[in-house]
């Protein structure tokens, strides 16, 4: 019996650093896939379209130039048009930690626009990228004195 005691114990100790590892490596994922979101982010918001766009997929960038040479701006600016400032509200990265979705909001004069966007780690290099962003219509706040 003390055999099987030892046995069960380095089994439950030896799986219990793996988990460990798995769980930091996914929180480091998250935490590099969530600072390329807000460069790009930031680059939008900043009217840096051609950095923005340097931060995505050539797939994603393939697609915007095929509905016209200035879709990265046109996405962005409309998004962020009016914009003061934006947040990330929640974020999750998929199990085998190769794709991330955030989603927020930018706020401003006109009320919010949420947005969701999503960044994807290349097969080739390693690197995140954005691939995929949408943002919905502004909505104006309600006004939180009553009136």
């Known amino acids: 019996m003390p055999f099987r005691r030892l046995l069960t114990w380095m089994l439950v100790c030896g799986l219990v650093p793996t988990a460990a590892r798995g769980e930091d490596a996914k929180t480091a994922e998250l935490a590099w896939a969530k600072e390329v979101a807000t460069d ?74 949420t947005f969701s966007l999503r960044v994807v780690k290349e097969k080739d290099g390693g690197k995140w990228r954005v691939s995929f962003f949408a943002a919905d219509a502004w909505k104006e706040r309600g006004d939180k004195r009553g009136k």
């Open 40 to 113: 790009f982010l930031s680059a939008g918001l900043g009217g840096n379209y051609a950095s923005a766009e340097a931060l995505a997929t050539a797939e994603f960038r393939k697609t915007l130039h095929e509905s016209g040479p200035t879709s990265i701006t046109f996405l962005l600016s409309s998004a962020a048009g009016g914009a003061e400032s934006w947040s990330i509200g929640t974020e999750e990265i998929a199990p085998d930690k190769d794709e991330a979705v955030f989603r927020g909001a930018f706020r401003g004069k006109k009320g919010e626009a």
